[in-house]
C-alpha cells in the first residue's frame, strides 16, 4: 500500500509507477533530504508540535536511514516513487509508526524545494572553488608568459600584437565575473521554502526561521505559493553555467587551434591528449574538444528547464519532477570540465618562438606605423592612407614593414625617421599600449596584481 493510498480502491499501474517516479535520479538528493528532515524534525520538538520522544527517536532513525542508503544497504524502489517517500517508508520500517509523525505540517512540495536549494548550494560552492583554480592555473601561464609576444586577433585575422599573458588574463577575468554571478545566485538560492506546505503554508504553529536557521539558509521565501512553485533558482544556475561553458567552450576553441600545425602556439601535455587508432602520428585535443561539445548539452537543461516552467500554473505540478535531471546533470559537466582544465592549463607547453615568428612576419605593426605619423602631426584618417599604401607595396615586393629601408619609408612621408626601425619591432608596440587593462607588460601584470587580490579576499587562492 502507497503511502497516500487511503483513497484509493485499486494498486496504482505498474509502468505508471515506473513511468512517475524520481527515485533513480532523485536519491542523489538523500542526503540533503535527510539533513532537512532532522531541522524540521527538531522544530517540531522545540514548539511542541510532537512529542520530545517521538521526535528524538524519529531523528535517530533519521541517521540510521541515512547510513544504510549512504553504504547500499537501504533499498530503494520505484513502488515508493521518490526520495522523500522512500526516507518516510524506510524510517517507518526503523522506528514504527512513530515515524509517520515526521511529515507533520510539511508537504513534499516545499520538501523537494527545499532539497534542490541544498543542493545547489554546495553545487555552487563546488562550481566557485573549481573556478579559482582554473583562474589559478591561467595566472601561472600568465605569469610565465609577461615576455612572450603573440598575434592578436579580429576577424582571426592578425591585428595587433598582445602579450600571450593578457590572452590568458582575459580569461581570468570572464571565469571571476562567472564566479561573482554564483555568488550573486547564493542570495536567492540560500532561502527556505520549508513551511510552504503543500502550497498555503500548514496549521501547525510552526517556526519557520528556526528551521531556517538550522540549516544556514539566510532566510525563508515570503510567499509560501511561490516557495513551493518557481525553479527560477534552478534557472539562475543553469544559465550562470552555460555562461562558464561559454567561456571554456572559446578557450578550448582556441587551444584547438593552437595545437594544429597551422597555429603551432601550443603543446598540451601528453597527459591530456589522445591518439588515433589508425594515425600513429596524431595527438588530438579530445579533453578541450569534448568540453566544448558538452556546451550544447548545459544550453540543452537550461532551454529544457525554462521550457517546462514556462506554462504552468501556480502552485506545484507534477512537470516540475523534470528540475533534477537537467541540474545534476550540468553540475557533474561542469564540475569534470573544470577539474580537468586546471591541469590541462598548468601543464600545456607554450611555443614562445613560433608566437613570435608569426608576429614578425605580419603586419600587425601597421596600426603603430599610422599612430607613429600622427604623433608627427598627421591627421589619423591620412596616416591610415599612407600606410595602407606602404602595407599594399610591402604585399607586392614580399616583404614586411621592417625590411624597409628608411629611404623606403620616406618615399611614402618625410615625416618617418630612423626611430621607426625601434618603433615597429613587437616588444616596442606591445608596450606602447600602456593604458589600464592594455597589453603593455605593466599593465599586464596590474591585472595579475588586481585579479590575485579579488582572489585572495574571496581566501579561493590557497586552491
Ligand atoms: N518527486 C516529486 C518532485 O520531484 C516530489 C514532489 C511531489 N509532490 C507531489 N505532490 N506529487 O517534484
Not at 618562438?353 to 584618417?381: I, Q
Not at 600606410?387 to 607595396?393: A, K, P, R, T
Not at 630612423?418 to 618603433?423: A, C, G, L, M, N
Request: glycine letters at 8%; hydrophobic letters at 40%; aromatic letters at 8%.
Amino acid at each position: 500500500m502507497k503511502l497516500w493510498g487511503g483513497r484509493f480502491t485499486k494498486p496504482t499501474n505498474q509502468l505508471m509507477d515506473e513511468y512517475t517516479a524520481s527515485i533513480t535520479f532523485d536519491k542523489k538528493l538523500a542526503k540533503y533530504d535527510i539533513q532537512g528532515s532532522l531541522a524540521h524534525v527538531e522544530m517540531l520538538k522545540v514548539c511542541g508540535i510532537i512529542p520530545a520522544a517521538d521526535a528524538d527517536k524519529i531523528a535517530e532513525g533519521l541517521q540510521i536511514v541515512l547510513e544504510k542508503i549512504e553504504s547500499g544497504e537501504a533499498e530503494l524502489s520505484e513502488e515508493h516513487e521518490d526520495i522523500h517517500m522512500n526516507v518516510e517508508k524506510l524510517l517507518i520500517e526503523e522506528v514504527g509508526a512513530v515515524g509517520g509523525k515526521l511529515h507533520t505540517g510539511r508537504s513534499r512540495n516545499d520538501q523537494v524545494a527545499l532539497d534542490m536549494r541544498l543542493y545547489l548550494r554546495d553545487a555552487i560552492g563546488t562550481t566557485i572553488q573549481l573556478l579559482a583554480a582554473v583562474q589559478k592555473s591561467l595566472i601561472n601561464q600568465a605569469k610565465a608568459n609577461l615576455d612572450t609576444v603573440m598575434p592578436g586577433y579580429t576577424h582571426l585575422q592578425r591585428a595587433q600584437p598582445v602579450l600571450f599573458g593578457h590572452h590568458m588574463m582575459a580569461y581570468v577575468f570572464m571565469f571571476q565575473r562567472d564566479t561573482e554571478r554564483l555568488m550573486d545566485s547564493l542570495k536567492r538560492v540560500n532561502k527556505s521554502p520549508l513551511g510552504a506546505g503543500a502550497l498555503a503554508g500548514t496549521t501547525f504553529p510552526i517556526d519557520r526561521q528556526f528551521v531556517a536557521d538550522k540549516l544556514g539558509f539566510d532566510g525563508i521565501c515570503e510567499n509560501s505559493l511561490d516557495a513551493v512553485s518557481d525553479r527560477d533558482f534552478v534557472v539562475e544556475f543553469l544559465a550562470n553555467a552555460s555562461l562558464i561553458s561559454t567561456h571554456l567552450s572559446r578557450l578550448c576553441e582556441e587551444l584547438v587551434q593552437w595545437s594544429s600545425a597551422e597555429f603551432n602556439f601550443v603543446e598540451l601535455d601528453d597527459s591530456f591528449t589522445t591518439g588515433s587508432s589508425m594515425m600513429p602520428q596524431k595527438k588530438n585535443p579530445d579533453v578541450a574538444e569534448l568540453v566544448r561539445g558538452k556546451t550544447g548539452r548545459v544550453y540543452g537543461h537550461l532551454i529544457g528547464m525554462l521550457t517546462t516552467l514556462k506554462g504552468l500554473p501556480l502552485a506545484y505540478n507534477k512537470d516540475m519532477q523534470e528540475d533534477k535531471e537537467g541540474m545534476f546533470d550540468t553540475f557533474e559537466t561542469l564540475k569534470g570540465a573544470l577539474a580537468l582544465f586546471a591541469p590541462m592549463i598548468d601543464t600545456m607547453h607554450v611555443k614562445k618562438e613560433n608566437m613570435y615568428a608569426a608576429v614578425k612576419n605580419d603586419f600587425s605593426n601597421a596600426t603603430d606605423l599610422a599612430d607613429y605619423l600622427v604623433g608627427k602631426g598627421m591627421p589619423f584618417r591620412e596616416s591610415h592612407a599612407v600606410v595602407g599604401q606602404v602595407v599594399l607595396n610591402c604585399i607586392n615586393n614580399g616583404k614586411y614593414l621592417l625590411d624597409l629601408t628608411l629611404d623606403e619609408f620616406q618615399s611614402f612621408s618625410e615625416l618617418i625617421e630612423s626611430d621607426i626601425f625601434d618603433v615597429l619591432t613587437p616588444e616596442t608596440v606591445v608596450n606602447a599600449r600602456d593604458v589600464a587593462g592594455g597589453t603593455a607588460k605593466r599593465r599586464v601584470e596590474e591585472q595579475i596584481k588586481q585579479a590575485e587580490q579579488v582572489l585572495d579576499s574571496a581566501g579561493l587562492s590557497e586552491l
